[in-house]
């Protein structure tokens, strides 16, 4: 098995493509120690001491490094324990479905929700971000998470990569929210939620 690295426009973060399949449907985003406890691969990652971040996509696992690690010293480590996982044919997440690939419920904690009457916008903006944003973010080893509309802004979180990447202000407010105003005029502004 070979595992490809890609960089991403986050320099702390690597994408990683195993040559299958990481993720049948969603994506799942790990930010704490605590966090990656449901799955024994972010786990193993985590437990590096030299991560801050794993995000599993369709087909890649993005690896954010902590600020005084080097990537020249941390890819070996993170590949092994990538071949490690894939090789062996783990479980991607713990529990009741640790035989299977299951995507835990989403924590929708920090969404903003909608305007009331604005479901047709609200279906507009979700197929652009679907359709238009999604696959982009996706090659730089990220997500998008739609959380909101609320008085014309749209609240959008990013994820993987591109949470924390020094464009990912300039992708929102230069990028999406172009395009989304370009598509849905009732859309004023696009914020990070």
């Excluded at 696992?61 to 941390?74: F, G, I, K, Q, Y």
């Excluded at 609200?122 to 998008?144: C, F, M």
Aim: proline residues 8%; charged residues 20%.
């Amino acid at each position: 098995m070979f595992i490809e690295t890609e960089t991403t426009p986050n320099p702390a973060t690597l994408k990683f493509l195993p040559g299958r399949q990481v993720m049948p449907s969603g994506t799942r985003d790990f930010a704490t120690p605590e966090e990656a406890e449901a799955s024994p691969l972010a786990q193993a990652l985590f437990d590096t001491g030299e991560v801050t971040g794993v995000f599993f996509g369709g087909d890649f696992v993005s690896v954010t490094a902590a600020s005084a690690s080097e990537w020249p010293t941390l890819k070996p480590q993170v590949v092994a324990v990538l071949l490690d996982h894939f090789v062996s044919e783990a479980p991607l997440f713990a529990g009741p479905q640790g035989n299977g690939i299951a995507v835990p419920p989403e924590v929708a904690e920090s969404d903003i929700g909608d305007d009331e009457g604005t479901e047709d916008i609200v279906v507009q903006i979700k197929d652009l971000i679907e359709t238009r944003v999604r696959p982009a973010v996706a090659s730089d080893g990220g997500d998008i998470r739609y959380r909101g509309f609320r008085d014309g802004v749209v609240f959008l979180a990013m994820q993987g990569a591109c949470s924390g990447c020094p464009s990912s202000t300039a992708t929102l407010k230069h990028g999406i929210e172009g395009l989304l105003k370009h598509y849905v005029p009732e859309v004023k502004e696009v914020r990070a939620a």
